[in-house]
């Protein structure tokens, strides 16, 4: 019989691509930890493990422009989005990644088991449309 010990980090709420310059989105997850648990829940774990903190995966779900500058950052070949984006960028980013947030807890309060695809979609509709 063989054992083996695995150690699954959970990537941390801010830091890393977003080096806390959404203060919005981290706010938001702060203030109801039925917010946390939504996304927490809907979010594929395996997909979260990929990005350093909460706040990055997020803004690239919302924003997948932003995913090829978050994985230059994380292999040193690039600079966080704060020195990327201009402060009106940045905000607009936050606003879009509050967005999806938002869609994603609304979904999970009234199913309590919706898809992190279907999340997607719909925060990207919302976005469309408006």
């Not at 609304?106 to 979609?121: E, I, L, N, P």
């Amino acid at each position: 019989m063989t054992l083996s010990l695995a150690l699954r980090q959970t990537p941390r709420l801010n830091g890393g691509a977003t080096e806390t310059c959404m203060p919005e989105v981290e706010r938001w997850l702060q203030a109801d930890a039925d917010h946390w648990r939504a996304l927490s829940t809907l979010s594929p774990r395996a997909a979260l493990a990929r990005y350093q903190s909460v706040v990055d995966f997020l803004v690239v779900a919302a924003c997948p422009e932003l995913a090829l500058p978050c994985q230059l950052y994380y292999a040193e070949q690039g600079a966080p989005l704060r020195e990327l984006c201009t402060h009106a960028e940045l905000r607009y980013y936050a606003a879009r990644t509050l967005v999806l947030c938002n869609v994603a807890y609304g979904r999970w309060c009234v199913t309590r088991r919706a898809s992190w695809r279907s999340v997607c979609k719909l925060a990207h509709e919302a976005l469309e449309a408006a």
